[in-house]
């Protein structure tokens, strides 16, 4: 599987790319910010020569939303989440002018996933994990074949997702990334939604959580 990361908005946030030679891609939260941050995203599919058929979000913290509604319009698809994401979709309008930015509501999901699902695109199969904590309902998607994760907001390259925010518990935070992510093999490669990847191995021995 091949993963292309592109970094939108004012805040930063990860948007993943994943191609696996069939032709087909999945979006795992879809960042842009604005028409132009959109444009940019539809071009860099456009020059892979992929087809987009699953758009993902992690979480439904504003950042992690801002393009859904562009998404649905050019390649309509709707967005896949967990149920307790829904009252963060559904608040991200206020939350943003808090932050002094602009969104409209983003559209409602086309889908609920949680723990132990399986999700597909093209030839590919992403295991749905369940880790929340920052947010009530914060999902990773992990492939076994490919050593890959995507961990949203509850794992960072040598740190953790914010806990204050409604649904945020930093136990069970604590508890979801022991239990669910830091069990994976240690060679698998970690696709934070802010910052730099790193890998489950590195995460055990250098993020001061969990040292
Ligand atoms: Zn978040």
Do not use: Q, W
């Amino acid at each position: 599987m091949e993963v292309y990361r592109l970094v939108f908005s004012p805040i930063e946030v990860n948007t993943y790319i994943l191609a696996d030679g069939s032709g087909k891609c999945a979006v795992i939260d879809c960042g842009c910010y604005n028409r132009a941050e959109f444009d940019r995203l539809t071009s860099f599919i456009e020059a892979k020569k992929l087809e987009p058929v699953l758009l993902l979000n992690t979480h439904c913290h504003l950042d992690h939303i801002f393009g859904n509604g562009l998404f649905l319009e050019k390649y309509g698809l709707g967005a896949y989440c967990h149920k307790d994401e829904d009252a963060n979709r559904r608040d991200s309008v206020p939350v943003a002018s808090i932050f002094g930015l602009k969104m409209e509501l983003p559209p409602e999901p086309a889908g609920l996933i949680g723990e132990g699902e399986i999700v597909k695109f093209g030839v590919s199969e992403l295991k749905v994990l369940f880790v929340p904590g920052h947010s009530a309902g914060s999902l990773a998607f992990y492939s076994e074949k490919d050593g890959v994760v995507f961990t949203g907001d509850a794992l960072f390259a040598g740190s953790i997702g914010r806990t204050d925010l409604r649904g945020g518990n930093y136990d069970i935070l604590i508890k979801s990334i022991r239990e669910n992510l830091l069990s994976l093999p240690g060679d698998t490669i970690v696709y934070p939604g802010h910052g730099e990847s790193t890998t489950i191995e590195t995460e055990i021995t250098n993020n001061p959580y969990f040292t």
